[in-house]
């Protein structure tokens, strides 16, 4: 006998997807655990976004749950995602609790059990169950995590909650006992935890700690081929059940960096004074010149100031009647016949059509002052065929008022032109792009500060990263918050991410994201904190298990809205690379940027560099410009990841291809510049 037909409808709650229905992930999540999960029995015929509204929920509960049978479009299920946690605007809860005619705590129960092999934090959520007429009713947290984890608890035994609540006869269901209840479900002894086990990906990897720094060791030796289908790490299972490889597929650089752009958000925008603050911003919008520039007719040069003649002829001897200085003040007007000296960058006198410079002047007279001063009484023009606005700066000759003077896209640099720019037609605040908040967290029980004092003890390691990467993320201009260092124990490292991410926009951390049993990042950002990891293992050398996830979190206004979080290898070198190569793009788009990501440059090897025959690497080198102008790209010397030292100096990270042959003297490659260029010239 077929299982009958069964109809779905999802309501999602979020204010922020009502206004912007492509940051909702949740409903294509639910429909797929409706068909990987539920099975061919389920369809989902309605859906709908909804504000954080008791109102808009109550709307769509009533209306989907009055269809009756008579109309054959009864929805036996209604499942509602969001709106669930302890936020002002969360009131899903009191939204559907007083329409529910019957309530199912059993349904509650498996959902909380569910989630709390998770997270405690499951304890947070508020689920409510029931039945209204002939629909089952049950409320998902909002993340797509959450709401996965939740229905994957239940969606086995919802169809027979469901038949019951159409009406079907409950003796005619029960008849052969509970093991043919639980047969026909799909569940049993075991094979349900087995199956929320499996539905939640709890195995994902901890994907090693990677911060051991492990100074001195030599080339990495493996002795098996990777198996074709790779399973990850459960924190909570032993050694017996622990996997050997990553369930991560290893990714090209490029599809790696394309996955970075894809879920890293749009800028957000801000007001911001015109100040030295400003340098490195990214302008939101087009800037209008608010006055002309000059404001005045003023003079270009030192001088006298000329009612030009018809004929041009300035020859003759004239009497200064007056003095224009560049300081503010009134000047009287000037008449043909009358010359006033004028001093570059002075408003000319009313009336003045032009200004000789003095170097075509005699002084002729001269005469006291009241205060015993000599003074210029008369003066010779040696020009002739003189026109008018001659040495003259006419009002907007520099800038017009309402031009544009600066474009949407447009970054202020140090050098200080933009800032002089907007300074000089009075702007005094822009739109720009706000640049993110960086935090930077170090992981591993066997870090320790680096101004420590004292030896270190056996297995102590001076945490390089957290200081490295700090000082990396300030010198492009970002603001950087020290997040100290998380021992290596999933509650722990929960919380000190969680409170990260109520401070910073992006979060960086280093280790835990190997394959080490107490490698426990990856298993965190997903299980604990509901997030998705993009990507975990990619195709480069240093930097193979860099990983790029993001995380549902709600504002201070209730909006829901991604956090990002870069998971760095340990070793000093292989979190520098990376953060230059994948963190700082990010930082790039959020800020506005463009192009975002490292400037690209062709350059010259100067000496054969050898090739790693499996991945391509970024090798750190020191580019020149030489006497023939030619950029060349020099080697930092040993490249072990482990190498700190491989860094020093480094303004450029060779882009080179596998292969089992040497890169030859004198072969073109890429490099991606990280500092400024040096001259050998």
Known sequence: MSAPKLKAAILVVSTTAAQDPSTDAAEATLREVFEKDGGPQWTVPYSKIVNDSVAEIQKYIINWSALTRSQNDVINLVVTTGGTGFAVADVTPEAVSPLLHKQAPGLVHGMLAASLNVTPFAMMSRPVAGVRGQTVIITLPGSPKGARENLQAVIKMLPHA???????????????????????????????????????????????????????????????????????????????????????????????????????????????????????????????????????????????????????????????????????????????????????????PPGATSVIMVEDTVLASTKKT????????????????????????????????????????????????EIGLLAAVGVAEVKIYRRPVVGVLSTGDEIVSHDRPGDLSLGEVRDTNRPTLISAARGWGYEVVDLGVAKDKSGTLEEVLREAMRQVDVVITTGGVSMGELDLLKPTIEHSLGGTIHFGRVAMKPGKPSTFATVPVKNNDGERVSKLIFSLPGNPASALVTFHLFVLPSLHQLSGVTPAGLPRVPVVVSHDIPLDRARPEYHRAIVVVTKDGTLSATSTGGQRSSRVGSMKGANALLCLPSGSEPLRKGSKVEALLMGDIRSDM
């Open 162 to 348: 469901c038949l019951q609540a159409a009406g079907l006869n409950s003796r005619a269901m029960h008849t052969g006992g509970v093991k043919k209840l639980e047969q026909e479900a799909g569940v049993g002894s075991g094979s349900g935890q087995q199956h929320h086990h499996h539905g939640h990906d709890h195995s994902h990897s901890h994907h090693g700690h990677g911060h051991r720094h492990g100074h001195g060791h030599g080339s990495l030796v493996r002795h098996t081929k990777p198996s074709e289908n790779p399973m990850s790490n459960d924190p909570s299972l032993g050694p017996g059940r622990r996997h050997r490889e990553s369930p991560f597929p290893m990714l090209p650089v490029d599809d790696a960096l394309q996955q970075i752009r894809q879920h890293t958000p749009e800028p957000q925008v801000t007001l911001a004074k015109v100040y030295s603050s400003l340098v490195g911003a990214v302008l939101a919008e087009d800037v209008l010149a608010r006055e002309n520039v000059p404001a005045f007719r003023a003079s270009i040069v030192d001088g006298y100031a000329v009612v030009v003649p018809s004929d041009g002829n300035m020859k003759g001897t004239f009497p200064v009647t007056a003095i224009s200085h560049a300081a503010p003040g009134q000047v009287a007007p000037l008449k043909e016949g009358e010359i006033a000296r004028i001093t570059t960058g002075a408003p000319l």
């Open 370 to 417: 009241e205060d015993g001063k000599e003074e210029e009484e008369t003066v010779e023009i040696l020009a002739d065929n003189v026109k008018e606005g001659e040495n003259i700066r006419e009002v907007g000759s520099d800038i017009k008022q309402g031009t544009v003077i600066l474009r949407k896209g447009d970054q202020v640099s140090s050098v200080g032109g």
